[in-house]
């Protein structure tokens, strides 16, 4: 199986769990480390069309940019909470699994096993 793509950090457990189960299905994802080279704007948007998500849904909301940002006002705009993730790739909830049209977040890791079905 090709064409996966893991927005991934090598310092998360349950990224590298999402990893290690991915390449035990037969599976070489791309590997994106989002925090060195964060995704734009557009694919950020793309991203979130495919988990079906809102900006605050991707949110890691106890980093300490995500406080000293003031992003749990909900008076923030999506395009506010997605330059946020763009500015600090920290606040992205990981790893993400995209396959396709499709994407999912591996907490648990597990739940990756839904996009290779």
Same mark, same amino acid.
């Given at each position: 199986?090709?064409?996966?793509?893991?927005? =991934?950090? *090598?310092?998360?457990?349950?990224?590298?769990?999402?990893?290690?189960?991915?390449?035990?299905?037969?599976?070489? *994802?791309?590997?994106?480390?989002?925090?060195?080279?964060? *995704?734009?704007?557009? $694919?950020?948007?793309?991203?979130?069309?495919?988990?079906?998500?809102?900006?605050?849904?991707?949110?890691?909301?106890?980093?300490?940019?995500?406080?000293? $940002? =003031?992003?749990?006002? $909900?008076?923030?705009?999506? $395009?506010?909470?997605?330059?946020?993730?763009?500015?600090?790739?920290?606040?992205?909830?990981?790893?993400?699994?995209?396959?396709?049209?499709?994407?999912?977040?591996?907490?648990? *890791?597990?739940?990756?096993?839904?996009?290779?079905?």
């Amino acid at each position: 199986m090709n064409n996966f793509t893991i927005y =991934h950090n *090598p310092r998360c457990s349950k990224s590298r769990l999402t990893l290690e189960l991915l390449k035990e299905k037969g599976i070489n *994802p791309d590997i994106v480390l989002y925090l060195e080279t964060p *995704p734009s704007e557009k $694919q950020l948007e793309s991203i979130l069309k495919k988990l079906n998500f809102k900006a605050r849904d991707l949110l890691r909301k106890g980093e300490a940019e995500f406080k000293e $940002q =003031h992003l749990s006002d $909900q008076s923030k705009s999506e $395009q506010d909470l997605i330059r946020a993730m763009i500015e600090f790739p920290k606040l992205i909830e990981r790893p993400i699994v995209i396959y396709g049209e499709r994407a999912i977040i591996g907490r648990p *890791p597990e739940n990756v096993l839904e996009i290779i079905k």
